[in-house]
């Protein structure tokens, strides 16, 4: 079954659901837009497109690129729901409570008011916590451009280079290979600033001996990918190497946990605990990973928080980090595909410390 099919077969008759979020449209629908409307009833899925994305929406359709089953329309939203709602063919409407804005709700309840408008919960969004292989491909495909990235700009990574532009280059080069975009805003942090965890890039200049680090992803083909390297531009000190030779052992451990039916909070110890022990534990804040698909942070988490068992399918970063305030930071980050019995790791670049 498609996802739209599997979420047809949830309706219930009196049943119809309305999708506004870009992303659940998409992987709904397989199209993308900023804007539109996606109606689906038990039989019937309506996608309303205005004149910016209707000829693109028909040209996909023919290129058989959409979800079977989608009509294309290019208006008549108000009216067809309106017609459902008095033919009681459709009494509830069910709406995304993850993303709707209060404003748009109360328009609808206001310009509707024979329906009755009922939140949908997560059910989309745990669809899309266990991907297919197609998807996965996707996933896999986005994470080898942002390692070709990372091996592009490691020759380039001098002392007197600017954070801003080796973030820029880093972009830069994934959208000239067919990235629709970054995945979120990279991060390159040097120096003192490296033990920011979400440190934005600055115009400071890299300096030598001390530690760059990247986070960066694209989006490509509509899905997300994610890494995380710190290097060392010059000579590492005893301290910088002790730290990075922990993070990374805890992201080994990390990830020789992960495995179908282990909890998220499971992997998360098997980082944490290694961290703690190694005297760190308080330099670790954030949470060991996050899934990652059509969004970059998606359910389920390597968290503390994370009860639940993992499912195979499942795609989630592994990016334990030890940032030492006003000194440095280190965190490294690869993607991980959930296995019976295993994890298997979507990143070939080494993890291992480099010095340039
Ligand atoms: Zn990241
Ligand atoms: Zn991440």
Do not use: W
């Not at 067919?178 to 934005?200: D, M, N, Q, Y």
């Amino acid at each position: 079954m498609t996802p739209l099919q599997t979420i047809q077969a949830g309706l219930s008759k009196g049943e119809c659901a309305l999708f506004f979020s870009p992303i659940n449209r998409r992987y709904l629908s397989r199209f993308r837009s900023s804007d539109g409307i996606l109606l689906v009833t038990r039989d019937r899925a309506r996608l309303y497109l205005d004149s910016r994305y209707y000829e693109m929406a028909c040209l996909k359709e023919k290129e058989g690129l959409l979800a079977p089953g989608i009509e294309i329309l290019p208006s008549g939203f108000r009216q067809d729901l309106t017609r459902l709602g008095e033919e009681e063919e459709v009494k509830t409407v069910l709406f995304e409570d993850q993303s709707l804005t209060v404003a748009r709700l109360q328009s609808l309840e206001k310009t509707y008011p024979a329906l009755t408008f009922q939140p949908m919960g997560t059910r989309v969004e745990e669809m899309r916590t266990v991907k297919t292989e197609e998807e996965i491909g996707y996933i896999a495909r986005a994470q080898k451009l942002a390692e070709e990235a990372f091996l592009y700009i490691l020759p380039r990574l001098e002392k007197g280079r600017t954070e801003k532009a080796v973030a820029a280059e880093l972009e830069y080069y994934m959208k000239l290979h067919g990235a629709e975009g970054a995945s979120f805003g990279t991060i390159c942090v040097s120096g003192t600033r490296s033990s920011l965890p979400h440190g934005s890039p600055t115009e400071n200049p890299i300096e030598e001996n001390t530690f760059v680090t990247m986070d960066f992803g694209c989006l490509l083909d509509g899905y997300c990918s994610d890494m995380t390297r710190t290097v060392c531009v010059g000579k590492a000190s005893d301290e910088m190497r002790l730290v990075y030779e922990t993070v990374l052992a805890a992201h080994e451990a990390a990830l020789a946990k992960v495995a179908a039916g282990v909890t998220g909070k499971e992997v998360d110890a098997a980082a944490r605990d290694l961290i703690a022990k190694a005297g760190f534990g308080e330099y670790f804040g954030h949470s060991t990973g996050h899934g990652i698909g059509m969004q970059v942070h998606e359910a389920p988490g390597f968290s503390t928080r994370a009860e639940g068992k993992t499912p195979a399918g499942a795609v989630l970063s592994i990016e334990p980090g030890i940032y030492l305030p006003g000194k440095f930071g280190v965190r490294i980050e690869d993607l991980v595909v959930v296995r019976e019995g295993f994890g298997e790791s979507l990143n070939a670049t080494s993890k291992e410390l480099l010095e340039l």
